[in-house]
Structures are given as structure tokens and as C-alpha cells.
């Protein structure tokens, strides 16, 4: 079974420059979620869709990051303008349920942001 | 606040020897708990989830054990291996709304020769 696809695994940018994060979850997994992993701390969720609509955005910074999930399979993250301070590993993660609580969690390998 | 506290932040041990990690958390209520092993560069790769009513659960030479009365677990490693370097993090399940996840910063290891 293929696992969490995502890419650019590396990506670097000056700072307000523009980056684009894709994403292609477990087939058949209806719930995706964006993390965001600084450098030595545990993921923190930005956003979590279920088939294309959004669940939970609470913590997604709207005046800079965007992203969707067309057709309810795969997902874009989208950062402009980016900041230094958005330098972080970028962690896609699907599941088959609804709620993460209830099922297991797949990630992906991540794409790496460093903004210079 | 639900928080997710975990230690040490980093361990250095030599192969072949055991260790422990900790993991404090104040999730209320309290749906499970999972440990995470993430490589270096890599996603995190589920190792155990815990619900109220386990207490240990194993996979492998990793055993979880889970005190929901005190809020804490542990994660202890038998017999060390080289591949075991690699940042372990506690996830709990719950909050108000029943369905967050909230991640600890997680405990570094490095397993020496």
C-alpha cells in the first residue's frame, strides 16, 4: 500500500517569496492534515480537511498561508509571503476516519522549508 | 491549557542498554494516548496507541505503559539498537471538543556503539 505522498521534499526561499506544498494522502483516507514541525518541537496542526471540506483551521496563520483540497484527495499548502520564522518541516498526514482521535495517523516524509 | 510535557528533551545511550522516556499530560478528558518514533528527516511512524483502560501495550522491544489516574506514560526501550536514534514523541487524544491531538516536543536518542 503506497503511503502519504508528498513533495518538494527540500525547498528554499528568500523571505516573501512564494512556496506551494502538494500532498497525496492514503488512497481512500478521507481526513488530511497540514503540520507544521519547527526544529526540535512536536508538530503543530495548521489545517484538517475531511474529503474537501475544512474541519479545523484555528490555528492556520490566514493572512499568509492558504490551502485546499480540491476533489477530496489531494492538497496544496500554499505560503505568500514567507517569513524566516516559517522555516520548518511541512508534515502531511491522512486517516481513514473523521476524527484523528479514533484512527490511526499516517504521515508523510515532509518538505522541508528553510527561508533565508 | 492542554499541554504535553515529555523528558528528558535528549538521551545518549550505548547499545544493547535499556531506557526510559516520560511523558506528562493534563488533556482533559482523555481519549488515548500513542507514541510516535520519528527518524531523522522522516514523518512520525505510529510505535503504540493506549486507550483509558490499557495500562501497557508492546511492539516489539518498545512497551508503553499508560497511568491515566496520574497522567503520565512512559516509553521504555529494551536492548538498544543503532536504529532506535531518533526523536520520540507522546501524542495525546481528547481536549473539550473530544477529537484534538496535542503533540509533546518530543525526547531525542542517540544510540551509541
Known amino acids: 500500500e503506497a503511503g502519504v505522498a508528498q513533495s518538494p521534499r527540500y525547498k528554499i526561499i528568500e523571505k516573501r517569496q512564494s512556496v506551494a506544498f502538494w500532498c497525496n494522502p492514503i488512497?481512500?483516507?478521507?481526513?488530511l492534515y497540514w503540520y507544521q514541525q519547527i526544529l526540535g518541537q512536536g508538530p503543530k496542526l495548521l489545517i484538517q480537511?475531511?474529503?474537501?471540506?475544512?474541519?479545523?483551521d484555528s490555528q492556520l496563520p490566514k493572512d499568509r498561508f492558504s490551502a485546499e483540497r480540491l476533489k477530496g484527495v489531494d492538497s496544496t499548502l500554499k505560503i505568500q509571503p514567507a517569513k524566516l520564522e516559517d522555516s520548518a518541516v511541512y508534515l502531511c498526514?491522512?486517516?481513514?476516519?473523521?476524527?484523528?482521535?479514533?484512527?490511526?495517523?499516517?504521515f508523510g516524509e515532509g518538505s522541508r522549508l528553510t527561508v533565508l | 491549557k492542554n499541554q504535553v510535557e515529555q523528558s528528558p528533551q535528549s538521551l545518549i545511550i550505548l547499545e544493547g542498554k535499556n531506557c526510559t522516556l516520560q511523558?506528562?499530560?493534563?488533556?482533559?478528558?482523555?481519549?488515548?494516548l500513542r507514541w510516535y518514533k520519528q527518524d531523522t528527516g522522516r514523518g512520525p511512524v505510529s510505535l503504540t496507541i493506549m486507550t483509558f483502560s490499557e495500562n501497557t501495550k508492546s511492539n516489539g522491544r518498545y512497551t508503553a505503559t499508560l497511568d491515566a489516574d496520574t497522567k503520565q506514560s512512559s516509553l521504555h526501550i529494551t536492548a538498544s539498537q543503532l536504529s532506535d536514534s531518533a526523536s520520540y514523541i507522546c501524542v495525546v487524544s481528547g481536549g473539550p471538543a473530544g477529537n484534538k491531538l496535542t503533540f509533546g516536543g518530543g525526547t531525542r536518542v542517540l544510540v551509541k556503539p
Open positions: 498526514a491522512s486517516s481513514f476516519g473523521k476524527w484523528a482521535n479514533t484512527g490511526e495517523l499516517f
Open positions: 488512497s481512500g483516507h478521507a481526513t
Open positions: 511523558c506528562n499530560y493534563t488533556v482533559s478528558p482523555f481519549s488515548n
Open positions: 480537511f475531511q474529503n474537501n471540506g475544512v474541519v479545523d
